[in-house]
């Protein structure tokens, strides 16, 4: 069990693992950037558990529930059990997140002239699919009751300063990351800090992206997930039937975890994808990661 208390290299978003493997340790030498970095993965569920519980949890009372919250609690479950995905690189070293923190752009209003705005919903690793629900539409409401929220009014400060000492302000602050000084109230409206990045392109009724890793900031993975199509297949008995299936596509930056370690995750997101209902109890344990 990895201790909670902060030690020296510990950085105020994560904690500094110590006990890696020498692979592990030296491979953010020599893949610097996560764009060095970057796995690609796309993969797709059948939807037909998933639409059963997403009228199940609306016919309770939880207006709005889709298949966005049930990708966002099977992900939370997921690093429940594989916690080794919830790392993230700063500085060439390998830090443990403590919570999982998933950033996601979104409108107010479905309209191509309707201004984007980021929100970063923090989940604990026991959340179930309710609590996932109730973080995500607090997190959004909070980012829309004023005109302009914490990560706007960053950005607005930013744009008003001139090119040349923009670029050196941008440069300063990844320097302060770097070395983990960069100020706890920037990290928390930055969109470039965090466990995942999100996208869904369903509302777009278009499929879903390949979405490139940010070199700023220490995002591990983006996910996008697309809007349902049907697929003709021949069941057991020979009996040709229509599925609905939704893909998705994973980036990831590998230096985070080894592919049999993600891939034991994959599996997992997958499993509850096919039985939700799982996702409506804490999980029986939460796994910490290594020292």
């Known amino acids: 069990m990895a201790t909670t208390r902060r030690r020296f ?30 796995n690609y993965l796309a993969d797709k569920f059948e939807t037909s558990a998933v639409d059963k519980y997403v009228q199940q949890k609306r016919g309770s009372g939880l207006e709005g529930f889709g298949i966005l919250h049930v ?6 479950r997921m690093v429940s059990q594989r916690p080794g995905i919830n790392r993230f690189i700063a500085g060439q070293k390998i830090y443990a997140r403590p919570k999982i923190v998933i950033n996601m752009v979104v409108k107010k209003r479905l309209r191509a002239d309707d201004i984007d705005t980021v929100i970063k919903i923090v989940f604990d690793q026991s959340d179930t699919a309710e609590d996932v629900y109730r973080r995500f539409h607090a997190a959004r409401a909070k980012a829309f009751e004023n005109e302009e929220n914490a990560f706007d009014g960053t950005a607005r400060i930013l744009n008003y300063i001139p090119g040349l000492v923009k670029k050196f302000a941008v440069w300063f602050l990844k320097l302060l990351d770097y070395f ?7 990290i928390n409206v930055s969109p470039f800090h965090g466990s995942m990045f999100i996208t869904s392109m369903g ?28 697929e003709n297949q021949m069941n057991d008995t020979g009996k040709v039937v229509k599925k609905k299936y939704i893909d998705f596509t994973f980036v990831t930056d590998e230096r985070i975890c080894d592919g049999f370690y993600f891939a034991s995750g994959l599996k997992l997101f997958r499993s509850y994808l096919a039985n939700p209902s799982i996702l409506d109890i804490p999980p029986q344990e ?3 990661d290594v020292d």
């Open 180 to 186: 983990g000084l960069l100020p706890m109230a920037l």
């Open 9 to 38: 290299g510990d950085r105020k978003d994560g904690r500094k693992l110590r006990t890696l493997a020498p692979y592990n340790t030296v491979s953010p030498y020599i893949m610097v950037s996560r764009n060095d970095s970057q």
């Open 286 to 288: 939460v796994i910490s």
């Open 203 to 230: 509302s777009l009724g278009i499929p879903p992206i390949y979405h490139h890793l940010y070199n700023f900031g220490n995002v591990p993975v983006f996910l996008a997930f697309g809007a349902k199509r049907s």
């Open 71 to 76: 990708i966002l609690a099977a992900y939370v």
